[in-house]
């Protein structure tokens, strides 16, 4: 058995196959599926995905960095609405994206802060979304002074030093696609980290792993991002499975 960790099921890109797609990734032992949120446009469709798949798939609520904009205080009323009246298994994905606007970079971090807040209220792990912002990122962990704080760097690229970092804040760390790219240089690093520290995740449709690079992702597919990792660190493909489902499991309560 497998599980994404991190998959947007429920967006548009996949409209047109949405149950074919859901069957294949079941076909190839993907049983279980947690979908993040972006925002409050999304919600509805995600309520949707889980009463149509209860005991596949999990959802977690959140606000995505990259949608942190000037409706802010709607979004973040709306993230705190879903947690007050649904069961979710995390908080995310949540953190800071400076790779396309720094603009509302402030506002991100205060976003980032209180969501982790919520996310101690309710005891549940947090998904982090980090691009280009790995020093402020852990800033803001470094100010969490609480032994509750857990969860998962989504689609993980740093190198080994940021690893160990993550790591020591309680996070494990999501990998995907790009660990199969060529010159990710991604691989070497996960070589030298403890299959304990690793979930894996797709970003379906996004980041699709080779061969499929460039295309639309989709869960299935995980079993690419499996075989690689079992690859990097010299054991079966068994073992990986095993292991990260365990994590997973443990991490969300599954």
């Not at 076909?27 to 995905?49: C, K, N």
Request: proline share 3%; charged share 20%.
């Amino acid at each position: 058995m497998l599980i994404d960790t991190h998959t947007h099921l429920y967006v548009s890109q996949f409209d047109a196959d949405r149950s074919q797609m859901i069957k294949r990734a079941l076909d190839a032992g993907v049983e279980q599926f947690v979908l993040p949120a972006i925002d409050s446009e999304t919600t509805t469709a995600m309520h949707s995905l889980k009463l149509d798949y209860p005991n596949n798939i999990h959802l977690m609520m959140g606000l995505h960095p990259t949608h942190v904009g000037e409706n802010l205080i709607e979004e973040m009323a709306h993230v705190q609405q879903q947690l007050a009246t649904h069961s979710f298994v995390a908080v995310g994905e949540i953190g800071m994206d400076l790779y396309w606007d720094k603009s509302y970079q402030k506002e991100q971090k205060d976003a980032f802060a209180k969501q982790i807040a919520w996310a101690l209220d309710y005891n549940l792990p947090i998904v982090i979304h980090c691009r280009e912002a790995f020093d402020q990122i852990f800033e803001v962990l470094e100010g969490v002074q609480d032994n509750r704080l857990r969860g998962i760097f989504h689609c993980f690229t740093g190198n080994l030093s940021q690893a160990h970092r993550a790591i020591g804040f309680n996070m494990l760390l999501g990998i995907g696609g790009m660990v199969t790219f060529k010159n990710s240089g991604l691989a070497k690093t996960i070589a030298k980290i403890p299959l304990k520290h690793i979930v894996l995740e797709t970003d379906a449709p996004y980041l699709a792993p080779m061969p499929f690079r460039g295309k639309r992702n989709e869960s299935a597919y995980i079993s690419h991002v499996a075989q690689k990792v079992a690859l990097t660190h010299n054991i079966s493909l068994a073992q990986v499975a095993k292991q990260t489902t365990e994590n997973a499991i443990n991490l969300f309560d599954l």
